[in-house]
């Protein structure tokens, strides 16, 4: 026979009170009774009080046979008779009620200790219910986040819980945020797989043709003129094209390659600065001077020259691009602005997305691939619109310690 178990909050609260309130009371009750009992029978009507007596009424009874002409002796004796039928009669009035009182005793222990059975029972529901209203709603948010499904806002109400619930709710919101972001790593993952993947075989169709294509355009325009030459320039033009798309494609999905170096950023900027920039399209570099990265050279500079690219095609018909290398605890910042149209607000979170693009001709794959890069060097990517008009792209890498 398996022994009983008391599964809820209210009823161990309960049993608690009551094994700590009443055993003592009971105790208390019998204890007091016992000793009750002990005193009426040492002095009532059957202990010392009848021995008393029955010597006073002899002692009386001598004095009057006796005939003492002594009248004070006979008021003494008749005083202390007096007295002794008065005090007779108390104890056994007494007697009497702590016998009655021995007969009710039961009955008011019983009472009392129903009273403290309420009691314990009214103070175990009402701390249970602190208990347990909490907790349920606790384990509702355990279901709201197996569901994935967002928990409740903080509410003022919740300073006036326990330290205890208060914690349990700070620890579980923070898992929640913590399931969430790995959730969006996961799916990130995942979706970068599956591009790199499909890049990769469209990379790998689309270069076998290419070769043979650009042979044969380069035939066909050579020693041609005319219509025939402008043909076979369009095509060795797209082929170009296409031969890029391809080198793009496959570079997604693919880590850095190669071990990582010193790369001085400032220097790194000013390079791209320098080929890139135009007297309609000037590009400045500012910032910390002799900032420094552990970082891929070759992968950190195509990430920086793809955003660079698309500041300059997002000016189009004229601006200014200013490119920036800035370090702050332990990071280096590396920002590219420009003042041009800026990112539409409805795909601006989406655009680090490899199938997302917001140019008109394009894979879609620069920005996942700068995002990829900085990644790789365990590093975070941003992007927002300038007050002013324009966009920032900013590239957060852990900087590596300067050299001693």
């Known amino acids: 026979m398996e022994p009983l178990r008391i599964?809820?909050?209210?009823?161990?609260?309960?049993?608690?009170?009551?094994?700590?309130?009443?055993?003592?009371?009971?105790?208390?009750?019998?204890?007091?009774?016992?000793?009750?009992?002990?005193i009426g029978e040492n002095s009532g009507t059957l202990g010392a009080w009848d021995s008393v007596a029955e010597s006073g009424r002899d002692?009386?009874?001598?004095?009057?046979?006796?005939?003492?002409?002594?009248?004070?002796?006979?008021?003494?004796a008749d005083a202390h008779g007096a007295a002794l039928s008065e005090s007779v009669r108390l104890s056994r009035l007494y007697a009497f009620v702590a016998e009655r009182f021995l007969e009710i005793l039961p009955l008011a222990a019983l009472a009392v200790g129903l009273f403290i059975a309420g009691l314990a029972l009214f103070t175990a529901r009402w701390l249970s219910t602190g208990f347990a209203g909490p907790v349920a709603e606790l384990v509702g948010w355990t279901q709201r986040i197996a569901r994935?499904?967002?928990?409740?806002?903080?509410?003022?109400?919740?300073?006036?819980?326990?330290?205890?619930?208060?914690?349990?709710?700070?620890?579980?919101?923070?898992?929640?945020?913590?399931?969430?972001?790995?959730?969006?790593?996961?799916?990130?993952?995942?979706?970068?797989?599956?591009?790199?993947?499909?890049?990769?075989?469209?990379?790998?169709?689309?270069?076998?043709?290419?070769?043979?294509?650009?042979?044969?355009?380069?035939?066909?325009?050579?020693?041609?003129?005319?219509?025939?030459?402008?043909?076979?320039?369009?095509?060795?033009?797209?082929?170009?094209?296409?031969?890029?798309?391809?080198?793009?494609?496959?570079?997604?999905?693919?880590?850095p390659e190669g071990p990582k170096s010193e790369v001085d950023v400032r220097e790194l900027l000013e390079s791209l600065a320098s080929q890139h920039s135009s007297g309609d399209l000037p590009v400045t570099v500012v910032g910390d001077e002799g900032v420094r990265l552990e970082a891929q050279l070759d992968a950190l500079e195509r990430a920086v020259r793809n955003l660079l690219l698309n500041a300059l095609e997002a000016l189009?018909?004229?601006?200014?691009?200013?490119?920036?290398?800035?370090?702050?605890?332990?990071?280096?910042?590396?920002?590219?602005?420009?003042?041009?149209?800026?990112?539409?607000?409805?795909?601006?979170?989406?655009?680090?997305?490899?199938?997302?693009?917001?140019?008109?001709?394009?894979?879609?794959?620069?920005?996942?691939?700068?995002?990829?890069?900085?990644?790789?060097?365990?590093?975070?990517?941003?992007?927002?619109n300038r007050p002013g008009g324009g966009a920032?792209?900013?590239?957060?890498?852990?900087?590596a310690p300067h050299p001693t």
Do not use: Y
């Not at 209210?10 to 049993?15: A, E, P, V």
């Not at 002692?59 to 002796?73: H, N, R, T, Y």
């Not at 969430?180 to 075989?201: C, P, Y």
């Open 7 to 38: 599964r809820t909050f209210q009823g161990r609260i309960f049993l608690a009170i009551l094994a700590v309130v009443l055993i003592p009371a009971a105790i208390t009750v019998a204890a007091g009774a016992l000793t009750l009992r002990g």
């Open 392 to 399: 920032v792209f900013t590239l957060t890498i852990p900087q």
């Open 148 to 255: 994935e499904e967002p928990l409740p806002e903080a509410e003022p109400a919740e300073a006036t819980d326990v330290d205890e619930i208060q914690a349990l709710r700070t620890a579980l919101r923070q898992m929640a945020d913590d399931l969430e972001e790995g959730r969006q790593q996961t799916m990130d993952a995942v979706r970068m797989r599956s591009w790199a993947d499909l890049a990769r075989r469209v990379a790998h169709e689309i270069k076998n043709p290419l070769t043979p294509m650009r042979m044969a355009a380069e035939a066909l325009g050579r020693d041609r003129t005319g219509a025939q030459a402008e043909a076979a320039g369009v095509l060795l033009d797209e082929i170009e094209r296409l031969d890029g798309m391809a080198r793009t494609f496959a570079q997604f999905g693919r880590m």
């Open 59 to 76: 002692l009386i009874q001598l004095v009057d046979s006796a005939q003492v002409a002594d009248s004070a002796l006979q008021a003494a």
């Open 316 to 384: 189009d018909a004229g601006g200014h691009v200013t490119m920036s290398a800035t370090s702050r605890e332990g990071v280096v910042d590396i920002t590219v602005s420009d003042d041009g149209p800026g990112i539409p607000e409805d795909v601006i979170e989406d655009i680090w997305r490899p199938d997302v693009t917001t140019k008109r001709q394009g894979t879609g794959l620069g920005l996942a691939i700068v995002r990829q890069t900085v990644a790789a060097h365990g590093g975070t990517v941003h992007a927002q």
